[in-house]
């Protein structure tokens, strides 16, 4: 079974430009979320999507957004770049949707944004 | 919100012997502990979790123990190896949203 697939694994773009990052859950994992992985920060929260609407949000601006699309797939945009977005942003996928225990979440390897 | 605070931030360990990785965690409403093994260039990767009800999970040489009165749980690694060389996380879990700890750089010499 194929894993999480994050495309592109790298991205260049400058200050105040937008990107959108993909994401393709395993298969038969509905739930998808996002985290933002930087040196200072960690690894932190973004949003997770589960059967194509966001049912939870970490602390972050508006200018973050996703979507999920029917099939789970899943899209994050980040708009008006700035130079501290430059990050790891990983995704990770759970078979069940549902805010309980026994959801795992899978990573991807992840995206690696650089803002210039 | 969730609050993980994860200790050391770096070990180094003599191949062979064992390593303790320690984490806290503020809500007691948390109820799901996964820890997560993350090389360089790749995303983490599971390999051990524990749920609440729960005290101690062991897989080969892989342990995660939980106190919940504590709010504390931890990892260890027993006959640690050179590929255990990695950079660990510990998470505790509230409503699905995973609170990581701020990561531990594990170095096993030979």
């Known amino acids: 079974k194929a894993g999480v697939t994050q495309t592109p694994r790298y991205l260049i773009k400058t200050r105040g430009q937008q990107v959108t990052l993909s994401c393709s859950p395993i298969s038969g994992h509905r739930s998808v979320s996002w985290y933002q992985q930087t040196p200072g920060q960690g690894l932190q929260f973004l949003f997770e999507y589960f059967s194509e609407t966001q049912r939870n949000k970490g602390n972050f601006p508006g200018r973050f957004s996703g979507r999920q699309f029917s099939n789970s797939r899943s899209e994050m945009n980040v708009s008006t770049l700035e130079l501290g977005d430059s990050a790891l942003y990983l995704c990770?996928?759970?078979?069940?949707?549902?805010?309980?225990?026994?959801?795992?979440?899978?990573f991807g390897a992840g995206t690696r944004l650089s803002v210039l | 919100g969730e609050n993980v605070e994860q200790h050391p931030s770096t070990l180094s360990v003599q191949e062979g012997d064992s390593a303790v990785i320690k984490c806290t965690y503020s809500?007691?409403?948390?109820?799901?502990f996964p820890w997560y093994k993350q090389e360089l260039g790749k995303g983490p990767q599971l390999i051990i979790d524990i749920r609440s009800n729960v005290g101690e999970k062991k897989d080969q040489r892989i342990a995660v123990t939980l106190n919940k009165t504590a709010k504390h749980f931890s990892l260890h690694i027993t006959e640690t190896q050179p590929e255990d060389s990695a950079v660990y996380f510990c998470a505790a879990s509230l409503w699905g949203k995973l609170q990581f700890g701020a990561g531990t750089q594990v170095v096993v010499t030979p």
């Open positions: 990770a996928s759970s078979l069940v949707g549902q805010p309980l225990a026994k959801n795992i979440q899978y």
């Open positions: 809500d007691s409403a948390s109820n799901y």
